[in-house]
């Protein structure tokens, strides 16, 4: 079945423009996740959303940073007025989301976004 | 807040050489563990997952892990590797009951044929 999709895979951006990255989860999966990957960093947890709860924003670094997620499925990042130290790897993950217990995450592959 | 520690940061070996690579977390209460791989070019993908009963967890591809609750350990194994295991290793963490989960930094693994 499809997996967890990203778009767009690359984003080169100037410093100072805003960027939108999309991830669209596995069908059916009720929890998602935004993690940054940088070099050396690891993966840094950004927001998860859960169902029809309030999200969990406390890994988002500033306020330039916000994500939606609509209907339950598809999600944005968005970052305002991107600066240098933004540029990274964006990685969306998807998980059934049951209640209780965490659930295996499902990747995508990531956005790439560079900021000149 | 817990943390993740993957001390080891790049290792290199020889083929058919035994692996272990280290992870330990700093939470106090029940958590779930997590060994995820990501191989040159593909997603990370689920290696091995803890939640509960035997310590010792056996995932995809022959790895194994250990969970010491006593030392806050989720040590990675593998008693021969392959120049297929080349990749990045992240250990992962989280309470038990809560979808939060927090990463290692990763540890690069590359074996030389």
């Known amino acids: 079945g499809a997996g967890v999709s990203q778009s767009p895979s690359n984003k080169v951006t100037e410093k100072g423009k805003d960027v939108e990255l999309r991830c669209d989860p596995i069908s059916g999966h009720t929890a998602l996740y935004w993690y940054r990957q940088s070099l050396g960093q690891g993966l840094e947890f950004l927001i998860y959303?859960?169902?029809?709860?309030?999200?969990?924003k406390s890994g988002l670094p500033s306020d330039r940073f916000s994500a939606e997620r609509t209907g339950g499925s598809v999600s944005t990042l968005t970052i305002q007025r991107t600066q240098q130290e933004d540029s990274a790897v964006y990685l969306c993950?998807?998980?059934?989301?049951?209640?209780?217990?965490?659930?295996?995450?499902?990747f995508g592959p990531g956005t790439r976004l560079t900021v000149l | 807040a817990q943390s993740v520690s993957q001390h080891n940061h790049h290792v290199i070996l020889s083929e058919a050489a035994s692996l272990e690579l280290g992870c330990n977390y700093s939470y106090g209460g029940t958590v779930n563990l997590f060994w995820y791989v990501q191989y040159p070019g593909q997603h990370l993908q689920l290696l091995l997952k803890?939640?509960?009963?035997?310590?010792l967890v056996k995932g995809i591809k022959g790895f194994e892990a250990e969970f010491i609750k006593s030392k806050f350990s989720f040590n990675l194994r593998k008693p021969s590797v392959q120049w297929s295991d080349t990749a990045e290793y992240f250990c992962a963490v989280n309470p038990g009951g809560y979808q939060k989960v927090t990463f290692g930094t990763g540890t690069k693994l590359q074996v030389i044929p």
């Open positions: 803890y939640f509960s009963g035997d310590p």
């Open positions: 993950a998807s998980s059934l989301g049951a209640a209780g217990r965490t659930d295996t995450q499902y």
């Open positions: 959303f859960q169902g029809n709860s309030a999200p969990d």
